[in-house]
Each structure stands twice: as structure tokens, then as C-alpha cells.
């Protein structure tokens, strides 16, 4: 039975980049956790603050009973300043895993598999690479950033095999120049499935070049309030019928590219 709440225990936190942190967490919750792709809501330690912050999960270990996030922390009024100062030992509420996440058992030994993440996107991108590399497919992936000071996850990518990686930041201070379609445009094979997760407009043109894959998975942001369905405060609209709406937190965060209207 899912425990979906609990105390969870501040493994560690550090900044990885520019004003962007990576915690770790442990706590029974990660025994749940089965799907790249979910995210975690979490309770900011300040009682004026009501609403949870949707956080994916970046990655898990089952065997060390951890998960690891990384988000990036607004300016000093922000729930997200607030997590940054917590230390290890530190107790933080969460719940979760919530929403579905990343299909990944339809993948085959030897199939083309895109993966195209963008900022603060890129953090679920690395479990769903993890587990992709097992099944020895080969995997391109395409990360694009503002700068590098905001470059994240890179080494960890990297480090997995059947994995190739290119980088492109907006303003050319790492990879190549420019953003992270014109690596998408550079690619000389037809995939065989494309994941993404990132900003608006990265994710409109990732779905319109690849508008007639079946097996397109796109990861949706949306402001949320109680994460689990009830609210309908994360709502976008259905691809085939306009009247009809998704809620990012449950029917989501990820849809395939025939579900969401971009
Ligand atoms: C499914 C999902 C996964 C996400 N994963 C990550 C991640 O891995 N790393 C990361 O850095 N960010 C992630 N985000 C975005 C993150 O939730 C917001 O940046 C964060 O909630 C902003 O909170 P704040 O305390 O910094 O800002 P505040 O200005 O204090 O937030 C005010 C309110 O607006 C909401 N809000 C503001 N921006 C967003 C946003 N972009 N999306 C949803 N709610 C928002 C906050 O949750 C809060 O309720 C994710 C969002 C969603 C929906
Ligand atoms: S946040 Fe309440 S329905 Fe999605």
C-alpha cells in the first residue's frame, strides 16, 4: 500500500549550479517509486506558505532508500529559497510519488531513442536515461541550457552507457551555440521514440518535428495546488477534444504528443 506522505529525512544538499540545488531524501516513500517521470510535492517549511512545489524526481536507489531532486531556487521570498537552507538531518513533508510518469517498458534492444531536455527540465530525464541504457538502446541525448553556470547533470549523463550526449547553451559559453532544436535539426536518424521535458517553446518545436511518432512522451509543467487530481487547478486542454480537460498531476505530468495540445 502506497504511503504517498511522510517526514522524509535530508540526506544531503548542495548547490550544483548556479542557484540550483540537489537534495537528497530518504524516507519509506522511495519503495513506492517505479516509474521515471514523477514528481514529488513538497511542503515549504514555513506555515505561510500552503502550497506544496512540484519537484520531479531527478533519480532513486531502492538499496540506499534515497531519491535525489534538483531545483532551482528563486529569490529569497520563494518556497524553493526556503528548501536551499535546509541541511542534513532536517525533516521536510512530502508526498508523493505522484502522476504518471515516463513509459519506458516498449523500448527494445537496439531501437533510437531522442531524449530532449531543457533546464530545469533535464533533472527526470536522468533516471528515464538510466534505465534506457540497460536495455542497450541507443540513446542521443540533447540537453540545452542558458549559460553554462546553469548546466546540470552533464557528467552523470555521460557516465551511462550506449549514451551519446550533446550540449548547447543560449549563449555559447559551453557545447555549441544556440538552442537545443538546432541539435535536433542536426540529427541524421529517425527515433524510434522521443521523450522531453523542458520549457514551453522547446516542447512545441520537439512535438512539431515529431508530430506523427506514436511513441512522442512529452513532460508537462503546470502551477499546481493539491497535486493529486481533486483541485483542477493544473488543467490543459486535450489534443482531440478542446472541452475536454487533463490534469497535469494526475492524467500527467507526462502525456504522449496525440494527448496535450501545445
Ligand atoms: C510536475 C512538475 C515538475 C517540476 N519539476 C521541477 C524540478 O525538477 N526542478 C525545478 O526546479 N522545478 C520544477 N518544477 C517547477 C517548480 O515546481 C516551480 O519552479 C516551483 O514550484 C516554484 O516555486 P517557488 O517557491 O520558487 O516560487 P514562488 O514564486 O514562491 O511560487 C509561488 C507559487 O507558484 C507555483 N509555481 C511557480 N512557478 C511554477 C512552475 N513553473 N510550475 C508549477 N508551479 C509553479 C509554486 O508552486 C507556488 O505555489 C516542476 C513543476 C511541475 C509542475
Ligand atoms: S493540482 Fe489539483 S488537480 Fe492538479
Redesign the pocket.
Known amino acids: 500500500m502506497p504511503k504517498l506522505q511522510e517526514m522524509m529525512t535530508v540526506v544531503s544538499q548542495r548547490e550544483v549550479a548556479r542557484d ?1 540545488f540537489e537534495m537528497v531524501l530518504t524516507g519509506e516513500i522511495v519503495a513506492d517509486m517505479e516509474v521515471p517521470g514523477q ?1 514529488l510535492h513538497i511542503k ?1 517549511p514555513n506555515d505561510a ?1 500552503l ?6 524526481i ?1 533519480s532513486w536507489d531502492s538499496e540506499t532508500n534515497t531519491c535525489t ?6 529569490d529569497e ?6 528548501l536551499s537552507v535546509l541541511t542534513a538531518g532536517q525533516k521536510i513533508d512530502v508526498m508523493g510519488p505522484l ?1 504518471h510518469g515516463f513509459p519506458i517498458d516498449e523500448v527494445k534492444k537496439g531501437e533510437r531513442v531522442l531524449i530532449v531536455g531543457g533546464g ?2 533535464v ?2 530525464l536522468y533516471e528515464l536515461a538510466k534505465r534506457l541504457s540497460k536495455v542497450s538502446c541507443k540513446i542521443t541525448v540533447l540537453l540545452g541550457f542558458a549559460s553554462k553556470e546553469v548546466k546540470i547533470l552533464e557528467q552523470e549523463f555521460r557516465e551511462l552507457s550506449n549514451v551519446e550526449l550533446k550540449v548547447a547553451t543560449d549563449d555559447g559559453s559551453y557545447g555549441t551555440q544556440g538552442h537545443v532544436g538546432l541539435l535536433m535539426n542536426d540529427l541524421d536518424f529517425e527515433p524510434d521514440a522521443v521523450y522531453t521535458c523542458g520549457a514551453a517553446p522547446m516542447l512545441k518545436a520537439v512535438a512539431q518535428k515529431y508530430d506523427t511518432l506514436e511513441r512522442l512522451y512529452i ?7 493539491c497535486g493529486i487530481g481533486a483541485c483542477y487547478a ?1 488543467v490543459e486542454h486535450d489534443k482531440n477534444d478542446e472541452s475536454k480537460a487533463l490534469k ?2 494526475e492524467d ?2 507526462v502525456f504522449t504528443g496525440n494527448e496535450v495540445l501545445l
Open positions: 540550483i514528481f515549504v506558505m502550497l506544496r512545489r512540484p519537484i520531479s531527478s531532486i534538483l531545483y532551482r531556487a528563486g521570498v520563494t518556497g524553493t529559497r526556503l502522476g530545469i527540465g533533472p527526470p513532460s508537462m509543467e503546470s502551477r499546481m495546488a493544473c497535469v498531476c500527467g505530468p
